[in-house]
């Protein structure tokens, strides 16, 4: 395909490459890449849910590797799999559950490829107990650009380390090994407890942390009163049921041209109102299947067009434990004054299990994820005055959330940049690497 358009989840950013590819086999793939090469960068893609534009390149080659999905093998005994790098969560949910297996973390969303994970190291609501998604990845398969084929498997490798969390930069992601973990029921015991504010989410995480595999809370920042910053705190365990039935593929379409706002001040002021409200009891237990309780948005298919053509943005930090209360005051504080208020809003904690990848997001501490509708100047200025806080407070911004951090932001929170800089293929780029190197 010439001249393609596309977009990342976001749709923040339009970008035109000059050549789309999407090989179907390894042979496939090397004799395009041989035949393109001299069309100078390249930028590997999967389903494309990364928010800004680490996924996104104006000029190139862009390979779409999402016919890789074959399953290579699979021990269930001691739930140690081997997959193409272009399969799904969604698909190999599908296939490992009914075995009494789940990925050991996952996203907020099933619609991401296994080479998307290790290429942003994902993070989870249990990151205190498995930590990222490349701390149960035992060994992966890269291809460079120049045609090497690479097998890493020492997590202690500096190839392996730039990979993980690498966005797609040090080659082709073409399998993975993965550790997975065994359940015993597709449904989990879920506990929500109302906050009324910060102070109140940290001694529910405190108390929460031992006994419970799953965290996150949902933060409500659309409140201008004394309520602002109250919210749902969940916590859960997997049930022990037997009952080993994967998720539904039902799915509700979002049409693009809603001829009104979904996500507008007033509506969403309005549906937080009556979210928090909708449980009168400070605590409410429920069984909840784990397709509701991990991927309760993809049920909307196409849910990023509620934001209409322009689009939305989402800004996730991480502060430091040591730092996370005053730092999220601070944040708090900013965002109660700037009144460009954010839609959906998700707070949760990282533990103390470290990153594998020099590039990888999560360190011990709290983060915040917040989704804003699109106006570049409002979130150009909002952005800047949160990143300030966030370096200050040594924390970090998430690259595959990411549309506006600078190169100073990036490389000074960051500290292995430059480590990573030395395994980065050089063929491989993309606007987001554009923007901060």
Same mark, same amino acid.
């Given at each position: ?87 799904? &969560? ?7 559950? @009914? ?20 290429? *942003? ?27 090497? +084929? ?21 080659? +082709? ?72 039935? @994967? ?29 928090? =409200? ?27 067009? &509620?934001?209409?053509? *322009? ?70 200025? +909002?952005? =800047? ?53």
């Amino acid at each position: 395909m010439n001249d393609h358009n596309y977009f990342s989840w976001g749709r923040l950013k339009r970008a035109s490459a000059p050549q789309v590819i999407k090989p179907n086999n390894y042979e496939d793939l090397l004799k395009n890449l041989k035949k393109h090469r001299k069309l100078g960068k390249v930028l590997p893609i999967g389903l494309m849910r990364s928010y800004g534009d680490s996924c996104l390149i104006k000029e190139g080659l862009l390979l779409d590797m999402t016919e890789f999905k074959k399953i290579n093998s699979f021990d269930e005994q001691s739930g140690l799999i081997n997959v193409q790098a272009g399969i799904s &969560l969604d698909e190999l949910l599908k296939f490992i559950v @009914p075995k009494g297996w789940f990925i050991p973390t996952s996203p907020g969303t099933k619609y991401v490829t296994i080479g998307g994970a290790i290429a *942003n190291d994902i993070h989870g609501k249990n990151h205190h107990k498995f930590g990222s998604f490349c701390n149960s990845v035992k060994k992966i398969k890269v291809l460079s650009t120049e045609g090497k +084929l690479q097998l890493l498997e020492d997590p202690d490798d500096e190839m392996f380390k730039a990979t993980c969390g690498g966005l797609g930069l040090t080659g +082709l992601i073409l399998e993975a090994e993965i550790e997975l973990a065994e359940i015993k029921s597709s449904y989990l015991n879920v506990e929500t407890i109302k906050f009324n504010n910060l102070k109140e989410f940290f001694e529910i995480e405190k108390q929460s942390i031992e006994n419970y595999e799953f965290t996150v809370s949902w933060i409500d920042l659309t409140n201008e009163s004394k309520y602002f910053g109250r919210g749902l705190f969940q916590r859960a365990n997997w049930a022990d049921d037997k009952d080993l039935t @994967p998720h539904s593929s039902f799915k509700i379409p979002i049409p693009f041209g809603v001829g009104f706002n979904l996500v507008s001040k007033k509506l969403m002021k309005l549906f937080n109102f009556l979210y928090f =409200s909708k449980n009168l009891k400070k605590k409410t237990k429920e069984k909840t299947h784990y397709g509701t309780f991990f991927y309760p948005l993809d049920v909307l298919r196409g849910w990023n067009k &509620l934001y209409g053509k *322009n689009g939305f943005s989402q800004y996730q930090f991480v502060l430091p434990e040591e730092n996370s209360k005053t730092g999220l005051d601070e944040i708090l504080e900013v965002l109660k004054n700037d009144k460009f208020m954010p839609r959906l809003c998700v707070l949760k904690t990282f533990g103390k299990i470290p990153s594998l990848g020099h590039l990888s997001f999560p360190l011990k501490g709290t983060t915040l994820a917040m989704d804003f509708p699109v106006n570049i100047k409002k979130n150009k200025n +909002l952005y =800047s005055k949160l990143d300030e806080i966030v370096i200050k407070n040594g924390g970090r911004i998430y690259p595959a959330k990411d549309s506006f951090m600078n190169s100073k932001t990036f490389q000074s929170s960051y500290k292995n940049f430059h480590k990573f800089k030395k395994f980065k293929d050089t063929h491989i780029s993309s606007d987001f690497w554009e923007r901060v190197s």
